[in-house]
């Protein structure tokens, strides 16, 4: 497994995991795939996001098939520059309990840092995904807020945890 930060020539690699990650996963966003699939040049959005600054979006790889993601974005405004946030977390079903995940988030966690004014990163996960909850604890995240009923899909609600990592450099 290769973990490195996603180039331009990711793009298309990049939509295909997340429109998967959409399908398969639909209570662990806030898109939904039915949504995502209609937007217009979605190619072209993921490319703008992954040359925007101060957003860093790795990817894990078994030999060349993109298997698993993280997004590490730091706050632009002034007050709040001292944080990051980790987006889109997403490991394909078949490439789980491999430590994919794991090796994803210590990669973001590590490249957080190397930012001089990164201080803490946060981070938001259904109270229901415990392997994703488990695996933040195991990294050093604690809880600090629940948001209940935070998504409603097809009636059925989900609530939210909202952990941080203060970071030690």
């Given amino acids: 497994m290769d973990i490195r930060l996603l180039e331009s020539s990711d793009a298309k690699s990049y939509w295909d995991l997340r429109l998967e990650a959409l399908k398969n996963n639909p209570e662990a966003f806030s898109s939904s795939y039915e949504e995502a699939i209609k937007r217009e040049s979605p190619v072209e959005a993921v490319l703008i996001n992954l040359s925007s600054e101060g957003t860093f979006t790795f990817g894990a790889f078994n030999d060349k ?46 490249h957080a ?31 600090y807020g629940l948001e209940e009923r935070a998504l409603k899909i097809n009636n059925n609600y989900y609530d939210s945890e909202y952990m941080e990592l203060v970071l030690q450099k």
């Fill in 113 to 143: 840092k190397t930012i001089e004014s990164l201080e803490k990163i946060n981070l938001e996960v259904l109270t229901t995904n415990d392997t994703a909850r488990n695996l933040y604890i195991k990294m050093g995240f604690k809880t």
């Fill in 65 to 110: 098939e993109l298997i698993g993601v993280v997004t590490l974005v730091q706050e632009s405004t002034s007050k709040l520059h001292h944080r990051a946030n980790i987006f889109a977390m997403y490991v394909s079903s078949k490439f789980r309990g491999l430590g994919v995940g794991k090796a994803l988030i210590s990669t973001a966690i590590n």
